[in-house]
C-alpha cells in the first residue's frame, strides 16, 4: 500500500483546509445586472443624442458664420478698392502744375477751387479709411467665428465617437429580453384629436426593438419614439430628452397626466416615454428589450420627474 509521506499529506491539507475555511469554495462572478447596464447605456445614449443636436446646430451656426465671413470679406475687398482710387485720385493729379503754382499763379480762384477739392478729397479718403478698417474688423470677427465653430465640431465629432465606444461595449453585455416587463401590449387608445394620432402612433411601435440613437420606424430610443410619434402631427421634436423635457407646459403631478404628455425620469432627464392613460405608459426602455406598454404604479411612478404636456 502506497503512503503519502507525512510532510507532503500536512500540506495538502492545510491547503484544502484553508479553501473550505478561510476563502470558501470559488464562487463563478455573477450575472451582469441587464437593468444597470442598460440604465447606464440610456444615461450615455441621451448624452450622445444631446451631443448631436449640439453638433447640428453647431453646423448650422458654422455655415451661417462661413456665408458673413464671406460677405465681410466682399465688402473689404470693395472699401479698399474704393480706397485706393481716392488715394490715386488725390496724389497723382495729372499734370507738372502743383498746388502751390496755382497759388501764385494769375488765377486765384483756381488756385482756391483746387485746394477746397483737395480738403474734400482728404476728408473723404479719412471716410473711406475708417469704413476700411470697421469692414476689416467685420471679416476678422466672422472669419475667427468661423473657425471657433470649426473647432466646436471637431471637439463635438470627437466626443461622439467616444460615447459611441463606449454604448456598444455596454450594450454588447447585455443579454436580449424581449417583450414588456408589466401592463401588457395596448393596441390602440381611445384618446381623441392630436393626443389620440400620438398615443396610437408610439403604440403602433410596441415590439420593434431600443437601439440607441433610433428614431423609427422599426427600431427606437426612448426619446426617438417621443420624436417619430409627435411627428406624425407634423410636430418636429429634438432627438433628446433634456430638449424635450424644455417643451411645452411643465405637468409635476402624476395626477394631473394627459393622453399624450411626455413623461420623464430619474434627475439627469435620462428616460421618457408617452402616457396613454389608466396608469400606464409606451416607452421604448433599453437595450436588449424592445417597446412595451409598463405599468406606472411600481417602479417608474418613483422615478418620476415631471411631464411635459405639448398639446
Known sequence: MHRMPVRAATVAAIVVSGLLTT?????????PDPDKLGRQAEILTEEYNGKRLALKKARLAQKAAERQARQAGADYENVRRKAGVLAASQYMTPGAESEVSLFIGDEPQVALDQSAASRYLAAQQVQQLRELALTRMRYERSAGAARTRTAEIQKLTKDLAAKKA?????????????????????????????AGVVVNAALSRVGT???????????????????WAYNKIGMNLPHYTGAQYNMGRRISSQSQLQPGDIMFFYPDLGHNGMYIGGGKMVHAPRSGKDVEVVDLAAYWAGQFVGASRLL
Open 23 to 31: 476563502t470558501g469554495p470559488v464562487q463563478a462572478a455573477p450575472a
Open 166 to 194: 463606449k454604448i456598444e461595449k455596454l450594450i454588447s453585455k447585455i443579454p436580449k429580453s424581449r417583450g414588456g416587463s408589466s401592463g401588457g401590449a395596448a393596441q390602440s387608445s381611445s384618446a381623441k384629436g392630436k
Open 209 to 227: 426593438p431600443y437601439v440607441y440613437g433610433a428614431a423609427g420606424p422599426s427600431s427606437f430610443d426612448c426619446s426617438g419614439l417621443m420624436l
